[in-house]
């Protein structure tokens, strides 16, 4: 069984950054905006606007209904991929264990592992039925192609998580966030009382909804009026980094703020 190496993983810290300070500069480009990293965190960043300084944490977000929507995007790319190319044949079913971390769609990384896959594919084609190669492993877990048959020209998910119903997925991304602002609270504990300016930036690793969605949970949400603002890095772009070059960029919304420009 061989597999294919997974990318490296994305610096979720220095994405968010520079996603929160670009936003800030489309608000308002005349206001003065440094940053540096905390060697010594909490927080991951201490920035400061026009002579105030906030203290910056940023937290990860990942929903079952989001990994499910990636993973049937992955096989709808590789099938699209491995349709073009030439003399595709035979039937594939793709089986994702748990929680591997693909990469996120859009990006350089994505496309590669998509091509790469496809690739890996039609060199099974003339393989026997039942031959398997293992396409992503990590610690969340993995990722494997097997051949099925040597009629027709299909690939196919095989295993996955289960579903959710929109109410559910609402529900699920709520409770998420609120655990997730707790957490960050006892985290920063030792922070507060020093900085009554804290910022929280969520990055959202597989995709949620769009911006209305992000809005709309917030106000099904108490107990993060402790923090200054809250502004979430959405997925759904691949703009580029300006503090961080070599980082995939993304514009971002905020969820809640005191600062009334901000909103």
């Not at 209904?65 to 030439?86: G, P």
């Not at 030792?190 to 910022?199: F, L, Q, T, V, Y």
């Not at 772009?237 to 919304?253: A, E, F």
Request: proline share 5%; aromatic share 12%; hydrophobic share 35%.
């Amino acid at each position: 069984m061989t597999k294919i190496k997974p990318p490296e993983r994305i610096n979720e810290e220095y994405v968010c950054i520079d996603s929160f300070i670009q936003h800030l500069k489309e608000i308002d480009n005349k206001k003065e905006i440094k940053h540096n990293e905390e060697p010594n965190d909490p927080p991951d960043f201490w920035v400061t606007i026009s002579g105030v300084t906030y203290a910056v944490e940023v937290t990860s977000i990942v929903t079952d209904y989001a990994y499910n929507a990636l993973c049937k995007k992955l096989v709808k790319d590789i099938r699209s991929e491995f349709l073009t190319s030439s003399y595709p044949k035979g039937k594939y079913a793709l089986s994702i264990m748990r929680r591997p971390d693909i990469p996120k769609r859009g990006t350089t990384a994505w496309r590669t592992f998509v091509s790469t896959t496809a690739t890996k594919i039609q060199e099974m084609s003339n393989a026997s039925c039942g031959v398997e190669s293992c396409l992503l492993k990590d610690s969340n877990g993995y990722l494997v192609i097997e051949k099925w048959s040597n009629q027709g020209t299909e690939i196919g998910l095989c295993k996955m998580e289960v579903m959710k119903w929109e109410g559910e997925v609402r529900e699920e991304f709520i409770r998420i966030l609120k655990e997730r602002i707790e957490t960050k609270r006892e985290r920063l504990k030792d922070i507060i009382p020093r900085c009554s300016n804290i910022i929280l930036l969520f990055y959202d690793a597989y995709g949620y909804g769009d911006v209305e969605d992000v809005k709309k949970a917030f106000l099904n949400i108490q107990g993060y009026e402790w923090l200054h603002s809250i502004y979430l890095a959405t997925p759904f772009s691949d703009m580029p980094n300006k503090l961080y070059p070599n980082t995939p960029g993304r514009r971002g919304v905020f969820g809640y703020s005191k600062n009334e420009q901000w909103h």
